[in-house]
């Protein structure tokens, strides 16, 4: 292990970090590709000084395997969800067909909101900003067809987390897919719902005992599973600067492995499952930066504070999406290059899988075509630019290795503060701060000093605030999603409420209001039940609103 | 007297950052901004605006239920016997905008909208409706 000067201590083996590499490497296996320039230079699979840091090596700031890209590309993992569930299957079933390689569903407001597609806050939402799924019989038409123990899935869900997963597990098992052989990820992040992105129902206790209950369950039964996504996008889409988000998502992340200590895991049973999910935004360099010391961070918290002893447990492995916020109604079709330039920073930062926008991501969800013009984007990157032959490849540029010790600075202060708001505790600090706004008016604050400089054009954007010319030529075409696909769902609902058992689902919502007062309890394999009588979504959280209570969160500018 | 300005989430979109930068470039404006929170319904922002006694409701839509809702805080304004401009912000597409306005919304802020913009329009809507009366 390499000290801060990255020299190699006595007494180890006497092999330099470039040695282990290599040895780590030479292990691993390499993907099918020509791995040289255009004018046919070989290329190593990455560059730097005998006594560097490199990929796989502790603390991860090149990136946590020693093959990196060599090995296997970034998976492209495209976000999807409108409509029923029949009509977002469809999407799927393109995405992989247009070589889309991973799945990730967006739920529409009334599912992220725990409410049932028949609710009268629902009116008007239903199937708009992504897929609706009252019962079981939706997740069913979700992902039939598709072979979930090849594929794996991303669930973009977090208050009424618990529950969608559970109707996941009991779809995959009716159709014969073991709940261990499910590979995804459950995004499951409630801290950053209070922080950024406000989709919250229970209060913070409460809704943590939730997670903390998913996170026991995944860790006993699904080995392949990441039980949370922990996420800045959404704090950062929120008007949080890169450092922000930085901060604020490690320190939720810290937050969790506190979470999982109380519950008497050990720290090396749940922390390799825990997944990260960062923004891409357009300062290029900044967010590659971002990137490096995230992974450096979290190592360093992972070992040192956390006694993590598995290197597992130490690796920051993440997605990442490009900026939504960064995106223009203004002549929309430039879109394209400013997710190209953040997608690009994803991969030069050694993501795990990322999900490009669509150019008409400002005006509506995305078309079909849009949807594939972003995804070509990132197949633009993988295959023609070779960028992704070399791991790390701005490592050692005195820019961005200042810019990632900056980055680090700029966190652990925030981490300091947290700390002491919490007397000792991360979980506790961070608590802390969102009931009393702290986040919330932090993040307010930063996007209104960017809004300022917009305002002020000391900061342009191409479209909004200089260069308009073009403006007013003729809108994209844009998907309609009409109150026909709201109707539908309404019926089905229906159908389904009057094929199932009554006796049965009050009777496991019961058992559930029961097991909710009962915090030593697991939740878990009574929602899998509740899931399997067809309990809607609402009925289950309305049983468990009725023990943990709502959260209000208090309004201010 | 400065105007007062109801700045207002109705339904469950909980995108709020656009209604935090708007409501802090009112108030900087000289404007009495007051912001009802989240996941509020057309009857409820309508009694916060006869209560406040404001002088125009600005609604935030980022999630595509602006057609569904907006038209009923208009309704339920007008059912408590004012008159009170709305102005509706966010990600409007712009063959809704005649719709909405048709529906008694007075004007329609999207995406782009400068400072200057914002204070501007929330202006015109409150001597638009200053001269009606």
Redesign the interface.
């Known amino acids: 292990m390499a000290d801060k000067n990255g020299k190699t201590p006595a007494g180890n083996t006497g092999e330099t970090p470039r040695q282990k590499w290599q040895k780590a490497f030479d292990a691993s296996r390499t993907r099918d590709a020509d791995f040289t320039t255009m004018s046919g230079i070989p290329l190593d699979p990455v560059y730097g000084p005998d006594d560097a840091e490199y990929p796989g090596q502790y603390p991860y700031t090149r990136g946590p395997h020693a093959s990196m890209y060599r090995s296997k590309l970034w998976t492209m993992r495209m976000f999807a969800g409108f409509g029923t569930a029949e009509d977002t299957n469809h999407r799927f079933k393109e995405i992989i067909r247009a070589g889309g390689d991973g799945l990730s569903t967006a739920f529409d407001m009334p599912t992220l909101l725990g409410l049932d597609s028949d609710d009268p806050m629902s009116e008007g939402e239903v199937g708009r900003c992504g897929v609706a799924v009252d019962t079981l019989a939706d997740m069913e038409d979700l992902y039939a067809d598709l072979d979930l123990s090849q594929i794996t899935t991303s669930m973009t869900i977090n208050s009424p987390a618990a529950v969608i997963f559970a109707m996941f597990v009991a779809q995959a098992e009716k159709r014969g897919i073991s709940r261990a052989a499910l590979g995804g990820t459950l995004q499951n992040d409630i801290l950053k719902e209070y922080q950024a992105q406000k989709e919250f129902i229970f209060p913070p206790r409460q809704a943590m005992r939730l997670v903390r209950d998913t996170i026991e369950f995944a860790t006993r039964e699904m080995p392949k599973w990441n039980s949370i996504s922990i996420s800045g996008y959404h704090i950062r889409e929120a008007g949080a600067t890169a450092a922000e988000e930085l901060a604020f998502t490690i320190a939720n992340g810290f937050a969790y492995v506190e979470l999982g200590k109380q519950a008497g895991l050990p720290v090396d049973d749940f922390a390799p499952r825990l997944s990260f999910f960062f923004n891409a935004h357009i300062d290029f360099f900044e967010e590659i930066a971002k990137y490096r010391a995230a992974r450096r961070i979290w190592a360093r918290w992972m070992k040192e504070r956390y006694g993590a002893k598995s290197e597992k447990s130490m690796m920051l492995r993440f997605h990442t999406q490009t900026a939504g916020v960064s995106l223009t109604a203004q002549q929309p079709e430039i879109n394209i290059v400013r997710t190209a330039i953040e997608a690009l920073a994803g991969v030069l930062g050694g993501t795990q899988s990322l999900h490009t926008n669509s150019m008409d991501e400002a005006l509506a969800l995305p078309t079909e075509k849009a949807a594939r013009i972003a995804l070509r984007t990132q197949q633009i990157i993988a295959h023609e630019t070779n960028v992704a032959h070399v791991a790390d490849p701005l490592g050692g540029s005195w820019y961005v290795e200042a810019l990632t010790d900056e980055m680090e600075k700029r966190a652990e202060e925030i981490f300091a503060l947290l700390d002491e708001m919490g007397e000792g505790s991360i979980l506790e600090g961070v608590i802390r701060g969102i009931e009393e706004n702290w986040f919330q008016k932090r993040i307010a604050d930063s996007a209104y000093e960017l809004e300022k400089k917009m305002g002020s054009k000391r900061r342009t954007m191409v479209g909004v605030n200089r260069f308009t010319e073009g403006n007013e030529e003729d809108e994209l075409e844009i998907l309609e999603i009409t109150s026909a696909d709201e109707e539908r769902q309404l019926k089905r609902l229906d159908l389904i409420r009057a094929q199932r058992d009554e006796k049965k689902v009050a009777a496991v919502l019961a058992k559930l209001a029961e097991q909710a007062a009962d915090d030593s309890v697991n939740l878990m394999p009574t929602l899998i039940e509740a899931a399997r009588e067809y309990a809607t979504l609402g009925e289950i959280m309305s049983s468990m609103l009725g023990v943990f209570g709502r959260h209000v969160e208090v309004p201010s500018i | 007297m400065s105007h007062r300005v109801l700045v207002a989430k109705v ?7 656009g209604i ?2 708007v ?3 009112l ?1 900087d404006a000289g404007f009495e ?1 007051v ?5 509020q ?1 057309p009857d409820t922002v309508a009694a916060a605006a006869v209560d406040e006694d404001v002088d125009v409701v600005g609604l935030s839509m980022l ?3 602006h ?3 907006a038209p009923k805080v208009v309704a339920k304004l007008r059912e408590r016997g004012v008159d009170i401009p709305v102005v509706v912000g966010g ?1 409007i ?2 063959k809704d905008v005649d719709k909405l306005k048709a529906a008694g919304v007075s004007e329609v802020l ?3 909208a ?3 913009d914002v204070v501007a329009i929330i202006r015109r809507a409150i001597d638009a409706s200053a001269t009606a009366k």
């Open positions: 339904g469950l979109d909980g995108h709020d950052r935090k930068v409501a802090r470039i108030r901004v912001y009802t929170g989240l996941f319904t999630s595509g239920a057609m569904a809702l990600i597409p712009a999207t995406p782009g400068t400072p200057d």
